[in-house]
């Protein structure tokens, strides 16, 4: 069994506070045991991180306490002259294994940022992807992390108020469409909304049903998952596509 965690934010004054309040939280995470946890996007107050080994550093010293593979969320950062969205991935020794970049900036994003250009696997506990906001609207972009090989995605994201709705469709969907837990996390306050949810999927007379776990404070949720239960339904699922013009 894989045991999973995800955590919504709130805002925060300062970048050190939010770093401090998050902590405590991943810490009663990390005595839970979960070996992989995932922040939403873009929650800390200054959002462009020129050092993810310097601002996480409290982030990697749990980890590694605990064994814990940690997706702080995604952020804006300098890549040369490149400005990304880029989601660093805290291994559970504590060090930053790699990075997945924004494939598809959001509206405004657009103007200043560079699109990612992979879909990157990674593995610790399992092998996993990580699907940044807007990627979700995407249906390629899930399924090519899928077919790469992910065990399970996780979904840093933003998202406002009014968006909750479709945000959900699109997150259950990807769920459905390729056969894989998804966990997505989101920021709550005035203009965010929250409703952080964790997608499990159980077949039933071979009707594949949804099972929604959703966050309503800043808070955490857990969930364990048999990963081999999806493999094989994924399995019939691709074999079932066919390509039509």
């Given at each position: 069994?894989?045991?999973?965690?995800?955590?919504?934010?709130?805002?925060?004054?300062?970048?050190?506070?939010?770093?401090?309040?998050?902590?405590?939280?991943?810490?009663?995470?990390?005595?839970?045991?979960?070996?992989?946890?995932?922040?939403?996007?873009?929650?800390?107050?200054?959002?462009?991180?020129?050092?993810?080994?310097?601002?996480?550093?409290?982030?990697?010293?749990?980890?590694?306490?605990?064994?814990?593979?940690?997706?702080?969320?995604?952020?804006?950062?300098?890549?040369?002259?490149?400005?990304?969205?880029?989601?660093?991935?805290?291994?559970?020794?504590?060090?930053?294994?790699?990075?997945?970049?924004?494939?598809?900036?959001?509206?405004?994003?657009?103007?200043?940022?560079?699109?990612?250009?992979?879909?990157?696997?990674?593995?610790?506990?399992?092998?996993?992807?990580?699907?940044?906001?807007?990627?979700?609207?995407?249906?390629?972009?899930?399924?090519?992390?899928?077919?790469?090989?992910?065990?399970?995605l996780f979904s840093p994201s933003r998202i406002v108020r009014r968006g909750?709705?479709?945000?959900?469709?699109?997150?259950?969907?990807?769920?459905?469409?390729?056969?894989?837990?998804?966990?997505?996390?989101?920021?709550?306050?005035?203009?965010?909304?929250?409703?952080?949810?964790?997608?499990?999927?159980?077949?039933?007379?071979?009707?594949?049903?949804?099972?929604?776990?959703?966050?309503?404070?800043?808070?955490?949720?857990?969930?364990?998952?048999?990963?081999?239960?999806?493999?094989?339904?994924?399995?019939?699922?691709?074999?079932?596509?066919?390509?039509?013009?």
């Amino acid at each position: 069994m894989l045991k999973v965690g995800l955590i919504q934010t709130r805002t925060y004054s300062t970048n050190k506070e939010g770093i401090s309040k998050v902590s405590k939280i991943l810490e009663k995470i990390g005595k839970k045991k979960a070996s992989i946890v995932c922040l939403p996007e873009q929650w800390l107050k200054n959002n462009e991180i020129f050092d993810f080994d310097f601002e996480f550093k409290d982030f990697k010293e749990i980890a590694k306490k605990y064994q814990m593979t940690i997706i702080p969320g995604a952020f804006y950062k300098k890549n040369g002259k490149d400005l990304l969205i880029a989601s660093p991935i805290i291994g559970p020794k504590g060090d930053i294994i790699g990075q997945q970049e924004k494939i598809h900036p959001f509206d405004y994003e657009k103007k200043s940022v560079t699109p990612g250009i992979e879909a990157k696997i990674f593995k610790t506990s399992c092998k996993f992807g990580v699907i940044i906001c807007y990627d979700m609207v995407f249906p390629k972009v899930s399924e090519t992390f899928v077919k790469k090989g992910a065990q399970i995605l996780f979904s840093p994201s933003r998202i406002v108020r009014r968006g909750i709705i479709p945000w959900e469709t699109y997150v259950l969907a990807r769920s459905l469409e390729n056969r894989v837990p998804i966990l997505a996390a989101n920021v709550l306050n005035r203009k965010y909304g929250g409703n952080s949810m964790i997608i499990d999927l159980n077949e039933k007379n071979k009707v594949v049903i949804p099972k929604i776990t959703k966050i309503q404070e800043e808070d955490f949720a857990i969930k364990s998952f048999d990963l081999r239960k999806f493999k094989k339904t994924r399995k019939i699922r691709f074999s079932d596509s066919k390509k039509f013009s």
